[in-house]
């Protein structure tokens, strides 16, 4: 090879180990450095998103500078196809290298909604409903076209949820988080129904189901949760009517103004236990596991009477004469 082309390639060769060189500093430069984009950010990866995609989109948030070396590490590293899909918190001061690989660890935001005991299911949806962080699909729904949604078509919505705190990744949808509920709720209620006290005398699952949103309703205090059982058992067992101003109060809806009239306790709705025997038709709220237990597991005491004593507690009684002095002490003032 004469002199000058010898020179030439070499010269070439020089420049271009130099430019390798240079280009593997920047890079592992690059990799090494933190991103620079503030306190950090939210960031959601959806389904069809591709490891390019991602990349340009992190530039155009001004998050990464120089997407394509991303893409190369990913694919040098073989995991461009397994990042996860969902919403990620991106810390400040990350490295590009620290991104990729919580991107792909599926380390993803959860959200969380609670639903309270006690609650309706009109309640229920509103909370879904307001929930930014679910996707919505049944906003358009009528209650009987959601259970159907649910595969419960024709099945009476109240009380079939279970009231509990949820997490939950960004994008589920509505109807899959009460998909959960509801099984979280049948299982609840399986494993109480069969560990029922031998002698209850109700029929199946659903009616402890209703016994204990009543229950859940009248009281809030764990200690009287199985003498108020025990108040509506005894009185099913002898045909007596419930009398619970919560059914009373379901029964009449939107007509309910907060205060409960004589001319409220003779309405004739099918949930007026004042005007008929035996349990609602439905469940009237979302128990709580302590109330499906106590339905289950009433107290073997003798009351059937029971009135609110101010407190948040109530006064139970045995007799009707105990039970009218006792209204007469907390509800009258005293008054005859």
Sequence with gaps: MPKTLYRISSVLLLIG?????????????????????????RYIIKPNDSVHSIANSLKVRGILTKPYYLIGLAKWK??????????????AMITPEELLDLL?????????????????FDEVMRAVNDNQNLTH??????????????????????????????????????????????????????????????????KTAYEALILASIIERETNVDAERAQVSGVFIRRLQRGMRLQTDPTVI??????????????????????????????????????????????????????????????GTHQFSETLQQHNAAVRKYQLGGKR
Excluded at 22 to 29: I, S, T
Excluded at 258 to 270: A, C, E, M
């Design 17 to 41: 180990g130099l430019v390798l060189v240079g280009f593997a500093l920047d890079v592992r430069h690059f990799l090494a450095t933190p991103l620079e984009f503030g306190s950090g950010v």
């Design 78 to 91: 073989q995991v461009a196809g397994k990042i996860k899909v969902g919403e990620y918190q991106i810390p």
């Design 104 to 120: 792909v660890s599926g380390d993803v935001i959860q959200h969380s909604l609670t639903l309270i005991e006690g609650w309706t």
């Design 137 to 202: 699909t049944l906003n358009d729904y009528s209650v009987a076209e959601i259970m159907d949604r649910l595969g419960l078509a024709g099945q009476h919505p109240e009380g079939r949820f279970y009231p509990d705190t949820y997490h939950f990744t960004h994008g589920t949808t509505d109807l899959e988080f009460l998909k959960r509920s509801y099984r979280q709720m049948q299982s609840i209620l399986a494993q109480e129904w069969a560990q029922r006290a031998k002698d209850t005398p109700l």
């Design 250 to 311: 379901y029964g009449l809806g939107k007509k309910f103004d907060g205060n409960i009239r004589r001319k409220d306790l003779r309405h004739d709705t099918p949930y007026n236990t004042y005007v008929h025997k035996g349990l609602p038709p439905t469940p009237i709220a979302m128990p709580s596991v302590k109330s499906i237990h106590a339905a289950l597991h009433p107290d073997s005491g003798k009351s059937i009477y029971f009135v609110a004593k101010g407190d």
